[in-house]
């Protein structure tokens, strides 16, 4: 299992993609999984109900437990997945994702969440891709499908650099190209799975 973390816009989901495709053309069947907690799902409801985002419209307390509930069992599938498939799994997201937009939105029950969560294994490597703020909203402005306010990606990438765990991350420059951060991907993940004909 090799999980990328990152605020939105660091580039995880597209270099989550891209290297389950080059791990599965070296011959090491990879499955890229998104583990995501459907925020883009409860923003279009919301705003299709009138309210301003998912936590307007399920409230500070329901959201947080919804958003890890879906988190959740996006984890388990990608476990049992993986598990059944003997693949190598590539993770966009995992457990310290849910941790840190709950820290940076500031709500309660983080402590019943890490504990629900304990169950779920620690993937080989972590690799946190360290995006600057600034490019980080850029990037999402330029995806044209939400916005992101520079204050709460600020929040997300402190929030991030305070987990215990972090210093146990392999944090990458997530402010180069896409070339180049595959490209250390590619020298972080390689000794791990090394590669097999087909």
Not at 84 to 108: E, F, K, N, P, S
Not at 134 to 163: C, M
Request: hydrophobic share 45%; net charge positive.
């Amino acid at each position: 299992m090799i999980a990328l973390l990152g605020v939105d816009g660091s580039g995880k989901s597209t270099q989550a993609r891209a290297l389950a495709r080059r791990l599965t053309d070296r011959g090491v069947p990879a499955t890229y999984f998104e583990n995501a907690g459907g925020r883009p799902l409860w923003n279009r409801l919301a705003r299709a109900l009138g309210r301003a985002d998912g936590v307007a419209l399920f409230g500070r307390t329901l959201y947080p437990v919804l958003e890890a509930t879906v988190r959740a069992l996006a984890m388990a599938r990608t476990v049992l997945v993986a598990r059944l498939t003997g693949r190598t799994a590539v993770l966009d997201r995992w457990t310290w994702c849910q941790y840190v937009i709950m820290a940076a939105r500031g709500d309660q029950g983080r402590r019943a969440v890490q504990a629900a969560y304990a169950l779920f294994p620690r993937p080989t490597v972590v690799c946190l891709l360290a995006t600057s703020p600034p490019v980080a909203q850029r990037r999402v402005a330029e995806r044209g499908i939400d916005t992101e306010e520079l204050a709460h990606l600020r929040a997300l990438d402190a929030a991030y650099r305070a987990l215990p765990e972090y210093a146990s991350f392999v944090v990458l420059d997530g402010d180069g190209g896409r070339e180049e951060v595959a490209a250390a991907l590619d020298r972080i993940v390689s000794p791990l799975v090394g590669s097999r004909s087909r």
